[in-house]
Nanobody
């Protein structure tokens, strides 16, 4: 069983910054991709950013140039969010993919006020 613990959500004004962190623990085997997804009520969970163990990254077009995903160990990933906009509001979920499949965290709320 893999557990993902997310930290760093909160309320911030437009133009501000937040940093999310996510650590994976448990029975992890060949952890490869970690990433962040965002979900708002009534909509599907969308990709925000991902990073592989070799440092390759992908970003949603809406966050390019404002968000940075990084990884300081195989099991820990961060999302630095700058120049936040009200449209960035949502629940941010951490995802990890290992040999056994996909694993999700509980989510952390990010609210950006205008």
């Amino acid at each position: 069983q893999v557990q993902l613990a997310e930290f760093g959500g909160g309320l911030v004004q437009a133009g501000g910054s937040l940093r999310l962190s996510c650590g994976a623990t448990g029975s992890i085997f060949r952890l490869n991709v970690m990433g962040w997804y965002r979900q708002v009520p009534g909509k599907q969970r969308d990709l925000v950013a991902t990073i592989t163990t070799d440092g390759s990254t992908t970003y949603a077009d809406s966050v390019k140039g404002r968000f940075t995903i990084s990884r300081d160990s195989v099991n820990t990933v961060y999302l630095q969010m700058n120049s936040l906009k009200p449209d960035d509001t949502g629940i941010y979920y951490c995802k990890a993919i290992d040999y056994y499949g996909d694993h999700w965290g509980q989510g952390t709320q990010v609210t950006v006020s205008s």
